[in-house]
T-cell receptor, first 109, second 113 residues
């Protein structure tokens, strides 16, 4: 089993839709979690961080389920500009940071 | 603020040549990372360092060597480049704090012919 798994997609959704993707992790010692956004293989940019059960920032909500070892990212009212690849990475004490494969989102007019 | 700087940004090599990618950060971060990214794939960890003078293997370390002689610099070396090493390479740094985010360089596009 991979340490971090994401559905690569693509998720094709119309503008205004709500879309959610999951990221499962195998290391139960993971303590914090990050969602990054990446455009066209440019450098990833931090979207959200999650330290407890969840976090919300405008149209974006991240939820953590420690029992099932996954984090989710919910995007409401999708915009064309949300089209990107979304990467998750759990973090633990050891310093080794393994990313998921990324989930591609395409928002259509 | 410069943040994380990678040099060079583009390079074309012939099979068997060697080269070094330099990553420099000015944020006094303890941890530094080298990733590679191939089309349709996420970031794969090559090597990482949790402090000056220390390095560790990541997911795909074969064919690469690294050094962290100074806290601010993390070097990635290819001793004998192969076409399979054609990729985009990203360097990143972060403090040891578990809430710290990763800061990325702009990437280095390497082509091996």
């Amino acid at each position: 089993r991979k340490e971090v798994e994401q559905d690569p997609g693509p998720f094709n959704v119309p503008e205004g839709a709500t879309v959610a993707f999951n990221c499962t992790y195998s290391n139960s010692a993971s303590q914090s979690f990050f969602w990054y956004r990446q455009d066209c293989r440019k450098e990833p940019k931090l979207l959200m961080s999650v330290y407890s059960s969840g976090n919300e920032d405008g149209r974006f909500t991240a939820q953590l389920n420690r029992a099932s070892q996954y984090i989710s990212l919910l995007i409401r009212d999708s915009k064309l500009s949300d089209s990107a690849t979304y990467l998750c990475v759990p973090r633990n004490q050891g310093g080794k940071l393994i990313f998921g494969q990324g989930t591609e989102l395409s928002v259509k007019p | 603020n410069a943040g994380v700087t990678q040099t060079p940004k583009f390079r074309v090599l012939k099979t068997g040549q060697s080269m070094t990618l330099l990553c420099a950060q000015d944020m006094n971060h303890e941890y530094m990372y080298w990733y590679r990214q191939d089309p349709g794939m996420g970031l794969r960890l090559i090597h990482y360092s949790v402090g000056e003078g220390t390095t560790a293997k990541g997911e795909v370390p074969d064919g690469y060597n690294v050094s962290r002689l100074k806290k601010q610099n993390f070097l990635l070396g290819l001793e004998s480049a192969a076409p399979s090493q054609t990729s985009v390479y990203f360097c990143a740094s972060t403090p040891p704090d578990l809430t710290g985010e990763l800061f990325f360089g702009e990437g280095s596009r390497l082509t091996v012919l």
